[in-house]
């Protein structure tokens, strides 16, 4: 297959997959304010979520077909896109304060999940029993959002409950399924055209996998955290990378390990390259949080030229 072709496949595959996860978090956010969920759950469990899930289908459908880099390459590459590039510009265009009580213990739990995975993957595999456990982690995650919920709006989601319109529930419940539906089959398209790009460049699929598809399936993230700092509605760009961070590492990777018939294989690259530059920028994004109580243009700079510095490291 001639490489504008396949070049054109992977973008309708990254069209369907970003417009699908837009569509998904517009229904799902319907249903959030609906139900009485303050913003800052909707901003950490159901928005981050919904915007992982480019994130999580590229990766499940690539471990599944055999391509256990490419699916490890997508989550850690997103990871680090999520702070170093997403963060980077966001803060560049308006400094992020930090208002947020509870951003210290999702920083430390979202550094703490990748020590977990790195501890795992020592041995160049996840297991069945690690993909489990790294899945279960997921549950604090949950509970720290709920204890956060219900510290500082105790009574807001009884008040703000609203009467659901039948038809706007039909509306949206298609939406939600339409969403769904191109999330999964424009991961397929992208998982095939990155590894037919990668065979015809003689790129290793990893490195395709850490650039070309992790920055395609952080653009949910992207373009939720940018418009909420245009908004100056910053907590929900910071519970977003928070939360869709925590996500790649535990369910992502624990998902894509479960659904192998071999487990997931960890190479050295990510061992010894993605991971510590995953470390390097979450202690900065942080440490810096936590000290200065804000992201600064400075921090920015230094976050979004330590990514140009990585993508370097791969070519």
């Known amino acids: 297959m001639e490489i504008g072709l396949v070049i054109i496949f992977f973008i309708v595959g990254l069209i369907m997959t970003v417009k699908g996860g837009d569509i998904f978090v517009d229904a799902a956010i319907w249903i959030a304010e609906k ?152 991961a397929h398209i992208l998982v095939d055209s990155g590894v037919e790009i990668a065979n015809i460049l003689r790129i290793p699929k990893q490195v395709v996998s850490l650039t070309l598809l992790a920055v395609g399936t952080s653009i949910p993230e992207f373009i939720t955290s940018l418009m909420a700092t245009f908004k100056r509605q910053q907590s929900i760009s910071l519970g977003n990378i928070l939360g869709a961070n925590i996500l790649n590492i535990s369910v992502i990777i624990g998902v894509s390990s479960l659904v192998s018939d071999k487990g997931l294989i960890v190479t050295g690259h990510t061992l010894f390259t993605d991971i510590p530059m995953a470390m390097l920028v979450a202690l900065l994004f942080v440490g810096v949080g936590l000290l200065r109580e804000k992201i600064g243009r400075i921090t920015g700079l230094i976050l979004l030229g330590t990514y140009v510095v990585y993508l370097f490291m791969l070519f």
């Open 35 to 186: 139900t009485g969920i303050s913003s800052g759950i909707i901003a950490a469990t159901i928005v981050s979520m919904a915007t992982t899930l480019p994130e999580f289908f590229v990766s499940t459908v690539a471990s599944r077909e055999g391509f256990s880099e490419m699916a490890v390459g997508n989550a850690i590459g997103s990871y680090i896109c999520n702070i170093a590039f997403i963060i980077g510009i966001c803060s560049l265009i308006r400094p992020i304060n930090i208002k947020d009580k509870f951003f210290g213990i999702k920083g430390v739990m979202m550094i703490g999940y990748l020590c977990v995975f790195f501890l795992f993957s020592k041995d160049g595999f996840i297991n069945f029993n690690e993909g489990y456990i790294m899945v279960l982690l997921i549950i604090f995650f949950i509970f720290i959002n709920i204890l956060e919920h219900r510290k500082n709006s105790p009574c807001r989601s009884k008040n703000k409950r609203k009467t659901i319109n039948k038809k706007e529930l039909v509306k949206n419940g298609i939406k939600f399924m339409v969403g769904i539906v191109l999330i999964v089959y424009g």
